[in-house]
């Protein structure tokens, strides 16, 4: 299968507004946010409903931004839970303009 361009449908003025639906969202809850060499991991302690927020905005992301890829973990006894988001070549590069801003100007960035 060909990869996707590295393209998001959404101008970005529609990302600025929908931000608090898309991963920009989730950064406030987030514990931790790792670069990784494909993208980015962000950790989560457990909070209620927490889990449904993040499937939300991993779909909202799905639908604009085709070519991200998404792996979401639980640890047992409500520990905390990791979403991983990366892509094929390019994918970071819009990644870090889409999360790095927020993570770098946190003390949750390791």
């Not at 507004?17 to 898309?22: T, V």
């Not at 409903?49 to 992301?61: G, W």
């Amino acid at each position: 299968m060909d990869e996707l361009p590295v393209v998001c449908a959404l101008t970005p003025a529609e990302r600025l507004a929908r931000a608090g639906d898309l991963l920009p969202g989730l950064l406030p809850h987030a514990v931790n946010c790792v670069e990784l060499s494909n993208g980015y991991r962000l950790v989560f302690d457990h909070q209620p409903d927490l889990l449904i927020r993040i499937a939300s905005a991993v779909e909202h992301q799905r639908q604009c931004c085709r070519f991200l890829r998404f792996t979401v973990r639980t640890e047992d006894n409500l520990g905390q839970i990791t979403l991983d988001v990366s892509g094929h070549a390019g994918s970071k590069a819009f990644l870090t303009d889409l999360l790095a801003p927020n993570c770098a100007d946190s003390d949750r960035v390791t």
